[in-house]
């Protein structure tokens, strides 16, 4: 896929493709449906975005907001662009939740609401990071 974006290169976790991004599931999830939002190219500063890219990112977003909405019953969305220790353009995309989700056997608890969250990282096996994407990709597999 993508070398630049390290361990976030992972195409099992991949949910949708755009013309300027990619939505992928987050590898270390901070709630239920929490994904990476990627730049397709290698750029390292937000000011280098284009207005096409900008654009589209707003689309990515309605897209994610409206997934985790309709399958999870997210509320509230936060979004991160920290780019510390990945120096490259891509958003940390954390949907919140003012109740418990059960859903794959667990109760995913948004520990931190309302309050911004911690970043805490639940730990999940690759099986369970699956099933969320496939949340994401509907029943058969495939988007729409």
């Not at 290169?9 to 013309?19: M, V």
């Not at 890219?53 to 707003?58: H, P, S, T």
Request: aromatic letters at 14%; charged letters at 35%; glycine letters at 4%.
């Amino acid at each position: 896929m993508y070398e630049f974006a390290g361990r976030f290169n992972r195409s099992d976790l991949f949910i949708k493709e755009f013309d300027y991004w990619l939505l992928l599931l987050r590898p270390v999830p901070v709630t239920i449906g929490s994904c990476i939002i990627l730049l397709k190219r290698e750029c390292n500063s937000l000011a280098l975005l284009t207005n096409n890219e900008m654009c589209e990112f707003k689309e990515v977003c309605k897209y994610f907001e409206e997934k985790c909405k309709k399958l999870y019953g997210a509320v509230k969305f936060n979004y991160h662009a920290d780019m510390m220790k990945d120096s490259f353009v891509h958003f940390k995309a954390i949907p919140r939740y003012d109740k418990v989700v059960k859903k794959h056997g667990i109760e995913w608890i948004d520990h931190d609401w309302p309050l911004t969250e911690h970043l805490t990282k639940n730990k999940v096996d690759d099986d369970l990071l699956h099933k969320i994407r496939d949340d994401f990709l509907g029943d058969d597999g495939n988007e729409e």
